[in-house]
């Protein structure tokens, strides 16, 4: 496998990453950082708008239709010429010191780098993705080397790593792992690593080295050993990370009706899920806040949102003989705060229940100092429950 390439029909997780990253110009590339990269598209000199804009949307085409990079590079270099963005010793001035020196803008090396850094890591949101969806049948990743002819020695220390597809080495660990990383992971059924042997968990040192900010400074950041700088996170993580973040505001511009919609579909699909396993707590809405909603609680709020931890609390059993609630399960909340009983008004807390596909619901939302309206809780309720608060169908 001396290169790398798509099927003419890529996994639809592979052009989703890709396409929904926005343009961020930069004169480095370690100004766009870590999770940034799995949003901002950024090539280092590229600070005009139209030379990032054509490198995007070819790369974009080559993901989506299985574009080889000879081909690519091929196509894009006339592009790149006109615009003035060629060459191996270009005179630019850094815009943050002023210095005025020889620069490497296009080149046939760039565009390799650019080309296999950009796939391998759309690639690798896209597996992430299709982890989260099958791991209930491959539960294990298995840490692998690619065909590279020579490999970093703390690569070459990870393979056969065996850990769970939810395991926290993975949110660093996920290939690539640096410039030209060839290393790929397979995901495995649980007899696999079973008859492997499932990896104890390690330590994996650190090392601190400077990062130079798009101001000219600088400051001291820590990777892992044996990961280059700024490929230290999950490419697939954070962009369910980024997905959510984000979501608020797109819900509240696109309008109430098509917001209670999207809602909907959203949490009945596969990366709910995901955001579960996200290493830092973060905050995603969950339903529409209805006038009624608002009116209890005293609040102007638009959305009633969730966090990744409670969420993540609240997917477990519940007692009296109640099932454990599924991330699908929040695409019920939108009706049940839209039609559902305040059964309880407590303090900053409003409950309400509602009985949907043969079953009962009950949810809790909060108010927080900041008038926030946050989905405590949401459970599926058993009949002695549904007896015990006077619930009537």
């Known amino acids: 496998m001396a290169g790398f390439s798509f099927s003419a029909e890529p996994p639809s997780e592979v052009s989703a990453y890709f396409r929904q990253k926005g343009d961020r110009p930069a004169f480095r590339w370690s100004e766009v950082w870590g999770e940034e990269h799995a949003y901002a598209f950024t090539v280092a000199k590229a600070t005009s708008a139209d030379v990032l804009g054509a490198i995007r949307e070819s790369l974009q085409t080559a993901i989506d239709k299985g574009v080889p990079y000879d081909q690519w590079a091929r196509d894009l270099k006339p592009s790149l010429q006109a615009k003035g963005w060629w060459g191996e010793a270009v005179e630019m001035a850094d815009p943050a010191t002023g210095e005025v020196k020889p620069r490497e803008l296009g080149t046939p090396r760039r565009l390799r780098i650019i080309y296999d850094a950009n796939l391998r890591s759309a690639r690798a949101a896209g597996q992430w993705e299709r982890g989260q969806r099958t791991k209930a049948v491959l539960p294990f990743y298995l840490y692998q080397l690619g065909p590279s002819e020579r490999h970093r020695p703390e690569h070459v220390s990870k393979e056969g790593v065996v850990r769970p597809v939810d395991d926290p080495f993975w949110t660093a660990w996920f290939p690539p792992n640096g410039w030209g990383c060839k290393c790929w992971l397979r995901q495995i059924t649980k007899a696999e690593a079973t008859r492997r042997g499932v990896t104890p968990p390690f330590d994996v040192p650190n090392r601190t080295f400077s990062r130079t ?138 409950v309400y229940a509602m009985e949907m596909d043969g079953g009962w619901y009950q949810a809790v939302v909060k108010t927080s100092a900041k008038g926030e309206l946050i989905l405590a809780s949401l459970f599926p309720i058993g009949a002695r429950k549904v007896r015990r608060l006077g619930l009537k169908k």
């Open 213 to 350: 900010l798009d101001d000219g400074s600088t400051e001291r950041v820590t990777v892992p050993q044996g990961i280059d700088p700024g490929w230290q996170t999950n490419p697939g993580l954070n962009r369910a990370k980024t997905l959510m973040t984000n979501m608020a505001d797109r819900l509240i511009a696109s309008g109430e009706p098509a917001a209670r919609a999207l809602m909907t579909d959203f949490w009945k699909g596969s990366t709910p899920e995901a955001f579960t396993h996200l290493p830092a707590r973060t905050f995603a809405p969950a339903a529409i806040a209805p006038a009624r909603l608002q009116n209890e609680l005293g609040t102007e709020a638009l959305l009633v949102m969730v966090s990744s931890d409670t969420l993540k609390t609240k997917l477990e059993k519940h007692g009296d003989g109640e099932r454990g609630l599924k991330a699908a399960d929040l695409g019920r909340l939108q009706a049940i705060l839209d039609d559902g009983q305040l059964v309880e008004r407590t303090g900053a807390n409003a």
